[in-house]
């Protein structure tokens, strides 16, 4: 059974490894377009216009800090899955309210 | 040749078991190595396939980061960073140990904070009405006039 072992992780590195190459490629090449990632919505007289969001850009600099932050306590440690503190979930669970009340405010409630 | 194809793999597998049976051991141990092995490659053919079929563009993946705007979301990239990374986690855990590990709560928390903030930044766009364009909502057409009572 351990060949069968050998086999299935050979299969599941290739296929998740095979699709997250295939997902940053698309990325890189500009097939999966990020334009506008860091520009939001906001509302005015003559319809909808896009500006750069600092909600959105806190929220990227966090996700990307904390996906660093994770995968380094995976390869320190591989055998559980890392420990996520209190304190990181509530500076996450913060950034996110902060660009969803940034969004809210800007698509909803400006100028009405 | 669709059908020779399948002829041949059919055989194969016609072949492959009788080879399986009058191999010398247990047939019951044989039998649970033939459908480990026969559920990988299936799985990992199934895969495959998808996989050929993003990167030669017939599963388009050119709208996988956008919103209703026409521009890329944040909380969709967000969802995908933390999918691929808990993804990568969860197989690297159950190759090192053998078995499924128990995924934690604040794990869970993690994906749910994500998935919560995409719903929500959805709803969001879908209240204000943002369709991506400055023009105002089409009016309704005039209901049709009613036929003159006899």
């Known amino acids: ?112 | 040749m669709k059908d020779r194809v399948g002829w041949i793999a059919l055989t194969l597998a016609v072949v492959g078991g009788l080879v399986l049976y009058f191999i010398p051991g247990d047939h019951t141990a044989k039998l649970v190595i033939a459908a480990g092995y026969a559920a990988v490659v299936l799985i990992f053919f199934y895969g495959l396939i998808v996989l050929i079929m993003m990167a030669t563009g017939s599963i388009d993946l050119s709208q996988l980061l956008e919103d209703d705007t026409g521009g890329a979301s944040m909380s969709r990239f967000q969802l995908l960073i933390f999918t691929f990374v808990i993804a990568l986690s969860f197989f690297v855990l159950v190759a090192k140990t053998g078995t499924l590990p128990q995924v934690p709560a604040d794990v869970l928390a993690l994906l749910g904070i994500s998935a919560t903030t995409y719903g929500v930044s959805k709803g969001i766009s879908a209240g204000s009405g943002s369709s991506g364009t400055s023009n105002p909502p089409a009016t309704p057409p005039a209901p049709a006039p009613k036929p003159p009572t006899p």
Do not use: C, E
């Open chain 1, 1 to 112: 059974m351990q060949s069968v072992a050998a086999l299935a992780y050979l299969a599941g590195t290739i296929l998740i490894g095979g699709f997250m190459g295939i997902v940053l490629w698309k990325i890189l090449t500009l097939r999966i377009s990020l334009g506008d990632l860091l520009r939001g919505d906001s509302r005015n007289a003559s319809g909808y216009s896009t500006g750069f969001s600092p909600g959105r850009a806190q929220l990227l600099i966090v996700t990307l800090l904390f996906a660093g932050y994770y995968l380094a306590q995976l390869i320190s440690n591989p055998s559980a899955f890392p420990h996520v503190p209190d304190a990181v979930l509530a500076v996450l669970g913060g950034s996110q309210a902060t660009y969803l009340g940034g969004k809210a405010y800007a698509l909803l409630f400006k100028n009405r």
